[in-house]
């Protein structure tokens, strides 16, 4: 089912899932509890978070949440989200899903996989799982086209028949459905045509990962283990100053208490070598 972006298919996945009384669990930082403006919430299923390091649910926190939400006096707990990439640039290995689908489905949790960044992840060196892994062991997932060369759009994969009934209704009132779906359609069989998906997003990462080595051969802290396209330097003031002063788009992202800041870089489809050996040059001289 294609749809125009990812916060539409997050909080229509979520509804059309869950009773009015049951909730999704996610990492504190997971993209439907930071990004998307209460989208689930709004809808009258909270999010229930706990806090991740490395952004990943893990069974220990599944157990967690079922132990804390015992009875009909609490939101219970009926789905499992995850994203792959995070949104902190760490990913699931095989066995880590493998893992949490078998406690889902011990206790009748569906499993939701975020995959807006998912072409990062199943092209990066540390990555062993395949897309047919995923299809096994969630109930759904979607492939990300907007942030993966697509001008927009989401393609959601249902695993779980019980999402299939009336969905197509569920897309249409939550406003996911675009009139011209052709559109969206077209741009994945392109992205899906001759590998070009897998080619074009690991190509953003091989980029990132020599912005990365390029940090570190300055002596510059990351943060984190990412080893796909989100980066995260570990930078002075000055040294942002210098960076944007010479015309380079970044995020930060928190103070790191010692006068020193996170900041987030992103690699993409469309990062030319050019501008990649430019930046690295710039690094060189911070």
């Known amino acids: 089912h294609f749809f125009v972006g990812a916060t539409q298919a997050n909080f229509t996945v979520v509804d059309a899932l869950l009773k009015p009384w049951q909730g999704v669990l996610c990492a504190d930082s997971g993209h439907i509890n930071v990004h998307e403006t209460g989208a689930v919430e709004a809808t009258g299923h909270k999010v229930l978070t706990l806090p991740s390091p ?53 206790n009748g949790l569906f499993l939701f996989l975020d995959g807006a960044r998912l072409g990062a992840a199943l092209t990066s060196s540390a990555n062993d799982l395949t897309m047919a892994d995923i299809a096994a062991l969630t109930d759904v997932f979607y492939i990300g086209g907007t942030k993966n060369g697509a001008l927009f759009g989401e393609a959601v994969v249902i695993l779980n028949p019980v999402l299939d009934e009336d969905f197509r209704y569920m897309i249409k009132q939550h406003g996911g459905m675009l009139a011209k779906g052709r559109l969206l359609g077209l741009q994945f069989l392109t992205l899906m045509t001759d590998g070009l998906y897998f080619s074009i997003c690991k190509k953003a990462v091989e980029q990132a990962m020599a912005l990365r080595a390029a940090f570190q051969a300055r002596g510059i802290p990351m943060w984190g283990d990412s080893y796909v396209n989100l980066q995260f330097p570990i930078l002075t003031q000055a040294q942002l100053d210098a960076l944007t002063e010479r015309g380079y788009l970044y995020e930060v992202w928190e103070p790191t208490g010692d006068g020193r800041f996170i900041a987030r870089f992103c690699t993409s489809w469309a990062t030319t070598e050019e501008n990649l050996q430019r930046l690295i040059q710039d690094i060189g001289r911070l």
Request: proline share 6%.
């Open 54 to 106: 490395d952004g990943k649910v893990t069974p220990a926190m599944v157990q967690e949440i079922l132990d804390a939400h015992p009875d009909e006096h609490m939101v219970k707990p009926k789905m499992v989200y995850i994203s792959n990439t995070t949104e902190i640039g760490t990913q699931y290995t095989k066995a880590e899903l493998e893992a949490l689908s078998h406690i889902c489905r011990r």
